[in-house]
């Protein structure tokens, strides 16, 4: 199982000890999330790193407001901009790929893994490397890289704290010492803006239309996998391999009001589920604060406000994103990362208006069929980069044919 950490009585944890944290992609959603809970907290955290991509205003904001140890910035053009704005801080500074890289080295507890995209995989890495308890926002890390990452949180001794909602849910209701009575886990899924739209709806729907989702506030990109499932089929591999289940173990169901975030079925029949607000305060709290739990702003439920709770099938003809990740995920080998490449370009393909809604499962399908040769798990990042630029391409190869 990939939470290597015992789930550990709050009584006898050093509950009492500050804890030193990590933010890596602290401008993100999920790092501002982050951040927020610490600001509320803030005699209980030591805040060593805070790092970002392009977003150096608000990494200087951030920095300057709540004082880290270290700054990143990704982008080397904006290391001036960086220096000038923490100029008297006392903050130490750097920027470019690699000191992301040592920003996740630096001896923090927690790490924030919070990178979006490939770029997150070697920052992670090196926190999962040296033991940290990572709390895992990066879909990357386990979908495209899902085999390195569980060698090597098992060689590390690294705990995987997983932040995504569902995953969390699951994390909050297992009884990690009783898996043997787990029958099955379920994931729900809001089912995105098109879930009563039929094929030839959906032919049709725009960018904007497809990022207005329901019940969470998103990136545009998430919220396409949204609309389309991909995001639940990514958090289906994702679940593989957290929990020690297998796929065949591993159902979705549609549930729109998005207050049930999963559920875990045991042998003796009984379902337990972890209900809240959609508001990723609260499973980023449960990672934070850990093996114990921390007051957050988050909405109370009103069950009676509320009024029901609806459940329902998803449909494989109009959402047949679900389909592939089951497939990538039964193939194994290097499928699940050509997935998770193929499906990136496509859905920015879709944003940029070049195809259509549907194109993208139609690609993404197309570059799974044309990579079936690839079986082998990929050994290290190195070549987890080399499989991802060449699904890439061939998805922007299709995307050209697609757009004439």
């Not at 270290?70 to 920027?95: N, Q, R, S």
């Not at 969390?168 to 803006?193: C, K, M, W, Y």
């Not at 990740?325 to 496509?346: C, M, Y």
């Not at 079936?372 to 299709?398: G, K, M, Q």
Request: net charge negative.
């Amino acid at each position: 199982m990939a939470l290597t950490a015992e789930k550990r009585d709050p009584e006898t944890a050093s509950a009492a000890r500050r804890r030193s944290v990590s933010v890596l992609g602290s401008t993100g959603s999920i790092g501002v999330s982050t951040l927020d809970l610490i600001e509320r907290e803030r005699e209980k955290y030591d805040l060593v790193a805070v790092t970002a991509h392009k977003n150096v205003t608000s990494l200087i904001e951030q920095a300057r407001r709540l004082r880290p140890q270290l700054a990143v910035i990704g982008d080397t053009l904006l290391y001036d901009e960086l220096k000038a704005g923490l100029e008297g801080t006392g903050i130490e500074i750097a920027a470019g790929r690699d000191a992301v890289i040592e920003a996740a080295l630096r001896p923090a507890d927690w790490v924030m893994a919070g990178i979006v995209g490939t770029a997150g995989l070697a920052p992670t890495l090196a926190a999962v490397r040296r033991g940290a308890a990572v709390a895992l926002a990066n879909k990357e890390c386990l979908v495209s890289a899902g085999s390195l990452f569980l060698a090597e949180v098992s060689r590390s001794g690294a705990t995987l704290l997983p932040v995504d909602s569902e995953h969390n849910a699951i994390f909050q209701v297992l009884e990690a010492d009783r898996l043997h009575t787990v029958d099955r886990i379920i994931l729900t899924a809001s089912g995105g803006p098109f879930r009563t739209w039929s094929r030839e709806d959906m032919a049709k729907a725009t960018p904007k239309q497809a990022v207005a989702h329901p019940r969470w506030d998103m990136g545009a990109k998430i919220s396409v996998d949204s609309a389309t499932l991909m995001n639940k089929g990514l958090e289906l591999i994702e679940a593989h391999n957290l929990f020690p289940f297998g796929e065949p173990r591993i159902e979705i169901i549609i549930h729109p009001e998005s207050i049930i975030h999963s559920m875990v079925g045991y042998v003796d029949g009984s379902v337990l589920a972890q209900l809240g607000s959609p508001d990723m305060r609260t499973p980023i709290s449960y990672a934070l604060a850990w093996p114990n739990r921390m007051p957050t702003p988050c909405a109370r439920l009103n069950l009676a406000e509320i009024g029901k709770l609806t459940f329902e099938e998803p449909d494989p003809a109009r959402f047949p994103a679900l389909r592939l990740a089951r497939e990538a995920l039964k193939a194994g080998g290097a499928a699940p990362t050509i997935l998770n490449a193929a499906n990136e370009i496509a859905v920015a393909a879709f944003l940029g208006g070049h195809i259509g809604f549907l194109d993208i499962a139609t690609i993404v399908e197309s570059v799974l069929s044309k990579s079936n040769s690839v079986t082998r798990a990929p050994l290290d990042l190195e070549e987890i980069y080399e499989i991802d630029r060449i699904a890439r391409n061939c998805a922007e190869e299709l995307v050209q044919l697609a757009s004439r």
